[in-house]
């Protein structure tokens, strides 16, 4: 328990003394710029028609939009960007039915840009569904591809210019910037845990003991392992970087790297685990381990949560009188 | 956790931390300088060498070397209360983020939570200590004190030590799991010192006047809000034992009919029935003779 507390307690002093402007621009600016090249790159690919390489393109920006999306703290910095991941991903936030919706667009002769006048329909699932399923040399598939693949970097390109005008606001305030990346890493972990993970093998809640492949997230093209990883990726950016300064960095000055490696191993076991999964491995005992390790990874996360508020020293005597 | 007993002195975190000593000396300096009549008690050696007073410093120093070494080791924690409350609030809700607050207003409201939270349970224990038979042998102790003194607070039963660190572990892991589900990472507490600054507050203005001789009333307003020492010094009383149950606040009096005003009060004889008070007049009866009593009246 102590060696939790200390390590606890160091996570929470790498997140004050890390969301500095480095980490900022090497991190989070840098992971939106990718995704835009990604949905670049896209883009042109579409128009000229590749439907192989525009999938293998769509692999790319998914790992890349993964990145930006575990790491996403816009909302926290102003609420007028709470809403815009849904505007690029709507996996887990929308019920409806994309797919029979598309089909019914690609089958007739509307003006596309009614047609496709539904945030849902120019989300990185939407254009999966496309690039994945349709014939992508149709000229109004084609068409609708593109204007999926410019939304997406439409919407990139207003996430970066907003990180940053609000950059200073970030920097400025180190506890309240440690707050919402700490929160990121834990609404990731769980998202990643139960969702990404447990509603495909059965084990979550939801779905105990009913487990099904076609939950997984980019079940049509098969991304969704490259997904996980991405996104374990990303919270190795944040806690065991070698570019910037990192958890382990902080870890290593307190002399406690037996310690710290220990709680970066459960990181770096999960990714290991994920580097030998195919998509298929989900629903079995290899996605059920993948569950168990990302579960300690958020436990760990609340820990050192848990450590910022200090219980023990934060009240007065607890007798009565 | 501090061992030595002198430590208390300068922990923020502690009741007799020396600031919140050194404020209620300047409170009772005031005090004494209008009320003349007084002065004569509060500096009489018969105060503070009475053999009450003597067994509180006593007792204090036992107490707080057997709480580190035998208490705190079997409470569960308020972190594990915390942890265990989000947890079950995940599995049963899913994930879920209240979001459309500043980090000062979750925090604010956090902080708020906390204290009135805390406060309600100290009251109900209090008066479960007073009202239940069984519970009321062991905060006899506390209540054997025929002077009081700063110490007289630390004046509590092992098993009433447990019983209060098992509240604060609950009530305040149950509040934190809640917020920490709610709000994540965005939590935390407006402290002074280290110190809820509420709690640092009403601590700053005379909480260890509340044990004392001092009868500062805060008059019939705010005495129906705010715990006066006074309020407190007529709970030890002998005629008036099952009132003002409250720590700080004195809504929770208020509310639940166990309200009484300094002004309905003018002579205070403070400790239990005289028979009663011979079984808790030495170190050894303080720890042993709730057990004997409890004993007693089960046979």
Partial sequence: MKRIIVLATLLFTFCVDAVDKAFFEQVIVHNVERSIVSAKQISTSIKQGKSKKSQALFTQLVRNWKKVETTYMLGDLNEDFLDTPRYIDIFHGNNEDIKAQLDLIIGTNDDLSYALYKHSHKTINALEYLLFTQDLSNARVNAMA??????????????????????????????????????????????????????????SKKYKGHADARRAEYAISQNSTV????????????????????????????????????????????IAQVEKMQEQDLPNPKGKLLYQSTNQLMQSYYLSLMSKLGFVSKVLDADGD | ??????????????????????????????????????????????????????????????????????????????????????????????????????????????????????????????????????????????????????????????????????????????????FIYGFGAMIDVVDILGVNALAFVFSLVGSNLRHSHIGISFGVIIERFLISPKQHQIHHSKQHTNVNFGGFLAIWDWAFNSLMLSKSVNRLKFGIKQDEMKKFSRFHQLILSPFYLLFKSNS
């Fill in chain 1, 146 to 203: 593109l204007i999926m693949a410019k939304s997406i970097e439409h919407y990139l390109q207003e996430i970066k210019s907003a990180y940053q005008t609000h950059q200073a606001k970030f920097v400025q305030d180190e506890q309240f910037a440690s707050a919402i990346l700490l929160n990121t890493l834990v609404n990731s972990a769980y998202a990643l845990k139960e969702w990404r993970i447990g509603d495909v093998a059965g084990l």
């Fill in chain 2, 1 to 178: 956790m501090a061992i030595n007993p002198l430590e208390y002195l300068i922990d923020p975190h502690r009741r007799i931390y020396w600031v919140f000593l050194f404020s209620s000396v300047v409170i009772a300096a005031i005090f004494l300088w209008l009320n003349p009549k007084k002065r004569r008690l509060n500096f009489s050696k018969k105060l503070w060498l009475h053999p009450s007073a003597l067994l509180d410093y006593g007792y204090f120093i036992f107490i707080s070397v057997f709480k580190v070494l035998v208490i705190f080791p079997v409470l569960i924690g308020a972190e594990e209360v915390a942890l265990w409350v989000n947890d079950f609030l995940l599995t049963q809700y899913g994930f879920t983020r209240i979001e459309g607050f500043s980090y000062t207003q979750v925090m604010v409201f956090f902080t708020l939570s906390l204290f009135i939270l805390s406060d309600f349970s100290r009251y109900w224990l209090h008066r479960f200590l007073h009202t239940v038979p069984w519970l009321w042998a062991f905060h006899k102790v506390h209540h054997s004190a025929k002077v009081l003194t700063p110490l007289t607070f630390y004046r509590v039963h092992p098993v009433e030590s447990l019983l209060f660190g098992l509240r604060y572990s609950l009530i305040i892991g149950l509040v934190s799991g809640v």
């Fill in chain 1, 227 to 270: 997904a996980i990883l991405s996104i374990l990726q990303a919270h190795k950016q944040v806690i065991d970087a070698s570019s910037h300064k990192d958890f382990g960095d902080v870890a290593r000055k307190f002399g406690a790297i037996k310690e710290i490696n220990k709680t970066i191993d459960l990181l770096n076991q999960a």
